[in-house]
């Protein structure tokens, strides 16, 4: 009787330890291999790509764009990407087209350590679509060598003829109508046909209007004294230029992932945000960049002299006058949107 007993025990655990070796292997077989992701320039160090692959035997393909209209042009083409890095403004939008997944925070064990300060704001409330990735603000550069500030700063500087040629804006009609809508209507962007008609005249009335540079070359433009002015995300640091929040006021960015509907890599994907969610890896991408961090538990790993950095962690006063971009919630204004964007990127 002892001897049959043994034998079903023994029995029992090769089934059990067979089953734990099935199962293991066939999560072997379906953990997805690659990961797609969709992203702005420089915000993907390769360093991260290495490291998460060797963490997790994931490849990542990153794919880049460099401004708004490249992004909805490649969305709207049908382009089909795991996962997407994106600013606020985006954000929204893909959120009112239905094209992205809501987020499933219990797969997420690092999302506890996200700052309130960055969550539940207009363009996703309580975040059902987005999660905070790195943060900043647009404002203006200045050379330092060529120009000494003396008092408030205007958008307008970046118009001014007295500096034709240099002058500068990021490569990106969306932030050119942000400063224009600063300066002619204090506010981020228009909000009805009244405001577009007043937009658009002061646009069609400016002389000269900044160029249009890749924030990829923005130091180079600066390091050769090609530009006085600079508009643009902060994160360049030289000790030969000074980011100032004009006196209209300045934008505030937050790019953030999210999870198109379209998706073929949806468990791949929260394994990487939760990684990159991990304390100590979210401030060595923020330290890279020089940007701000939302995870408030990664500030213990932030370099001193950046959390010091009023350009990357700004005074609260400074805080204040920052705005997200207003969206557009009447799509019947989506064309006046377009003529705008036709005539800055023109």
């Excluded at 090769?14 to 291999?33: A, N």
């Excluded at 963490?55 to 996962?83: C, H, P, Q």
């Excluded at 490569?171 to 046909?193: A, V």
């Excluded at 198109?260 to 060595?284: C, H, M």
Aim: hydrophobic residues 35%.
């Amino acid at each position: 009787m002892k001897i049959r007993y043994l034998t079903f025990v023994l029995i029992f655990f090769l089934i059990l330890f067979s089953s734990f070796i099935g199962i293991s292997s066939y999560r072997e077989l379906t953990m997805p291999k690659t990961l797609s992701i969709y992203a702005p320039e420089n915000f993907i160090p390769d360093y991260l790509v290495k490291e998460f692959y060797e963490s997790s035997r994931i490849k990542i393909e990153v794919t880049t764009y460099v401004n708004e209209v490249d992004f909805f042009e490649e969305i709207e083409s049908g382009a089909s990407y795991d996962l997407i890095l994106c600013n606020d403004y985006l954000t929204y939008n893909l959120k009112e087209q239905e094209k992205l997944k809501k987020i499933n925070k219990i797969k997420l064990k690092n999302y506890k350590y996200l700052d309130s300060t960055y969550l539940n704001n207009e363009f996703d409330l309580k975040n059902k679509y987005s999660v905070p990735y790195l943060f900043g603000t647009i404002g203006i550069y200045i050379n330092t060598d060529k120009f000494q500030l003396q008092g408030p700063l205007s958008w307008i500087i970046l118009c001014d003829p007295l500096y034709l040629g240099n002058t500068s804006i990021l490569d990106s009609p969306y932030e050119l109508m942000s400063m224009m809508s600063l300066i002619s209507l204090g506010k981020t962007f228009p909000e009805n046909e009244n405001d577009f008609l007043i937009l658009k005249n002061f646009i069609l009335n400016k002389t000269y209007l900044p160029q249009k540079i890749p924030y990829s070359e923005l130091g180079k433009y600066l390091e050769n004294n090609s530009l006085i002015f600079a508009g643009g995300r902060n994160g360049y640091l030289s000790e030969k230029t000074e980011f100032v929040i004009p006196k209209e006021g300045g934008i505030r960015w937050l790019q953030s992932f999210v999870i198109p509907k379209n998706s073929k890599n949806v468990l791949g994907s929260y394994i990487f945000i939760d990684y990159v969610l991990e304390p100590k890896t979210q401030a060595s991408i923020a330290n890279t960049y020089n940007l701000g961090s939302p995870n408030k538990k990664s500030l213990d790993y932030i370099l001193s002299s950046n959390l010091e950095n009023q350009e990357i962690y700004p005074l609260q006063s400074d805080f204040d006058r920052l705005r997200y971009s207003e969206h557009l919630h009447n799509q019947s204004l989506e064309e006046k949107y377009e003529e705008i964007i036709m005539i800055l990127s023109n």
